[in-house]
């Protein structure tokens, strides 16, 4: 083997090596994000707990022309998670009303009732080749001043 032929498999080996080490390096990068931070991925009990609180909302100062209205804070939302659904309702004065909904997986939301109402009814529906057919109704009413839910399986 030659010189020339050691020669360029040294530096073969060495542009592979360095290629290596930059791609690494980018991928740590772009894992960590631009500002240097990890991203921390959540459980399923820090992502209910973060909807369930309230959002803060940016502090506006008055003008001069702004007139003073009694403002009126929300009830604070319940999560619920009836048949692997997601269902994020409130009470007020004894009536329920449901602020969102997401479907369990494989499932399509077919209807929800939008309006405060002693009894809140979300419908559920899968079909589809290979998956069966099936429909799930939850029933949200509140008790204690709290939303609760209750499956109807079909």
Not at 67 to 93: D, K, M, W, Y
Not at 127 to 147: D, M
Request: proline letters at 6%; a negative charge; hydrophobic letters at 40%.
């Amino acid at each position: 083997m030659g010189s020339r032929t050691a020669f360029a498999m040294v530096g073969w080996l060495v542009a592979a090596a360095a290629a290596t080490v930059v791609g690494l390096g980018a991928v740590r990068v772009i894992g960590e994000g631009i500002s240097g931070t990890a991203a921390a991925t959540l459980t399923q009990e820090e992502v209910a707990e973060a909807l369930a609180s309230p959002v803060p909302s940016a502090s506006l100062s008055p003008s001069r022309s702004a007139s003073t209205r009694p403002s009126r804070t929300a009830p604070p939302a319940t999560v619920l998670r009836p048949a692997g659904s997601t269902i994020t309702a409130h009470c007020e004065g004894g009536l329920v009303k449901i602020d969102s909904v997401a479907p369990p997986q494989g499932y399509a939301t077919v209807d929800y009732d939008r309006e405060l109402t002693d009894e809140a009814e979300v419908r559920f529906d899968r079909g589809g080749k290979g998956q069966g057919s099936g429909r799930v109704e939850v029933h949200v009413t509140c008790a204690g001043g709290r939303p609760q839910a209750t499956l109807d399986d079909d």
